[in-house]
């Protein structure tokens, strides 16, 4: 055996015996420790698959090309992977269980990261829920055109209705623990849309005589646009979360996330990288920013799709969301009393109505959020995914790992640390060409 597999037998021992010293989890307003990682498992892959994979094509493949395209999707999908799997090995340290990633960061550096990932999670969970928001919203829209080439509401009607229902539907389900019906419709929806979707693309697709695979732009915006895409690569593949998701887990937490992870990065991955790989094969550099909008076929197809979509991101804003509400939950509910008693419902409404009612009206001031996620999500999630586990990796394992490792994840660190700069700055470089297009309340 060499030192690796003994470095491995020595953590998964040091996780099991982790978990077995482990007394109480800590205090939440939400269910810990309760969901079996089959339930985890269809919850990222159905999540991961909502209705922002139809923009994959555009945002990915266009500006990078066949050739560095597949190989960006693969090199950092791969890469994800391993940073999740690290990652769901430190929700145990000595005995102590870990449901958030700013304590862990806390726990291990001081609490200096534990505001600075506070920071980096926060704004990026909440300008992410504004960006599902303004998705429901021109699906909507998209579904209305479906019957008529023009439309007299505005889009800002759209996002306001999809505002609502994201509420309703947080203050029904309070917590990831409680989707569990939820999540077989979700598959359902899921499955459909996306073989709708596949069917329709394939056949554009095979009539599209000619296809052009152009990377359009000067030199300077082919750079700039691929470092957009290799971070949209990056935001499609990780939460940001997953101490947050883990904690839904129970006994052995560590290996059930695993598992889960394998379904999100084997099924889930092979899905929304299909749709991206099959809308750009069927349209070019032509593939609309939504895919749906250059398809043909029935109308009844189209309905469907969209519907699925709108009804999808209802699912899948409410994960990722999630670490916010259980902030809000556990600051001002009775922690003492039932999450369904009186007195808590009525400040869980309290608390979802102001949040939602924020972010819609944002959503629909802005309807070029896109930009911002980017922008925000670029360097954020960056050390989130990939710099922070290595961090941990080297000041927990750093006397008994070997010379390799160590120096595998200080390369880690660097590497991904220059990415995020460059990533940051052709975001920012979008957003300030963008806003000039744009107006605040635009109907588009």
């Not at 999707?73 to 269980?97: C, D, Q």
């Not at 972010?359 to 922070?388: D, E, K, Q, R, W």
Request: glycine letters at 6%; one cysteine or more; charged letters at 15%.
């Amino acid at each position: 055996m060499n030192h690796a597999e003994v470095l491995n037998v020595e953590m998964k021992c040091r996780n099991r015996k982790d978990e077995e010293m482990l007394e109480e989890d800590p205090a939440s307003a939400h269910v810990i420790g309760s969901d079996s990682w089959m339930q985890v498992a269809l919850l990222l892959v159905t999540s991961y698959n909502c209705g922002w994979i139809l923009s994959f094509s555009n945002l990915m493949l266009v500006p990078l090309g066949w050739k560095w395209g597949i190989v960006c999707l693969i090199l950092v999908g791969l890469l994800s992977a391993y940073a999740n799997w690290l990652l769901a090995g430190f929700h145990y340290i000595e005995g102590k269980r870990f449901i958030r990633y700013r304590d862990l960061m806390g726990h291990v550096f001081g609490k200096k990261m534990y505001y600075i990932t506070w920071v980096f999670q926060f704004p990026l969970f909440i300008l992410g829920n504004m960006g599902f928001i303004l998705l429901g919203g021109k699906a909507l829209k998209e579904l209305l055109l479906v019957f008529s080439d023009t439309t007299t509401m505005r889009l800002q009607y759209f996002i306001i209705i999809t505002g609502v229902a994201y509420f309703i539907f947080s203050f029904v389900v309070p917590n990831l623990s409680s989707m569990r019906i939820w999540l077989g419709v979700s598959a359902i929806l899921t499955f459909s849309y996306i073989v709708a979707v596949l069917v329709l693309t394939v056949n554009d697709g095979k009539s599209n005589i000619k296809i052009n695979y152009e990377i359009k732009g000067s030199t300077i915006d082919k750079v700039f646009y691929a470092f957009g895409a290799i971070s949209a690569i990056m935001l499609s593949n990780n939460p940001g979360m997953l101490p947050e998701i883990q904690s839904t887990l129970r006994k052995p937490a560590v290996k059930n996330m695993r598992k889960a992870l394998c379904a999100q990065f084997s099924i889930g991955l092979i899905v929304y990288y299909g749709v991206t790989i099959v809308g750009y094969w069927a349209f070019g550099s032509n593939v609309p920013d939504y895919l749906p909008k250059a398809l043909s076929g029935p109308k009844w197809v189209k309905v469907l799709i969209n519907i699925a979509v709108c009804l999808l991101n209802i699912f899948s804003q409410h994960m990722f969301l999630q670490p916010v509400h259980e902030f809000l939950d556990t600051k001002f509910l009775k922690l003492d009393e039932g999450i369904y008693s009186r007195e808590n419902l009525k400040r869980r409404f309290i608390l979802r109505a102001l949040l939602f009612t924020g972010n819609t009206f944002v959503a629909a001031a802005i309807p070029f959020m896109g930009y911002f996620i980017g922008l925000l999500g670029s360097f954020t999630l960056v050390s989130l995914t990939f710099i922070f586990p290595s961090m941990i990796f080297i000041k927990i394992k750093g006397k008994t790992a070997s010379v390799e490792h160590k120096a595998m994840h200080w390369a880690i660190i660097f590497v991904f640390s220059l990415l995020g700069v460059a990533t940051t700055i052709s975001a920012f470089r979008l957003v300030i060409q963008s806003v000039s297009y744009y107006h605040f309340f635009a109907d588009q």
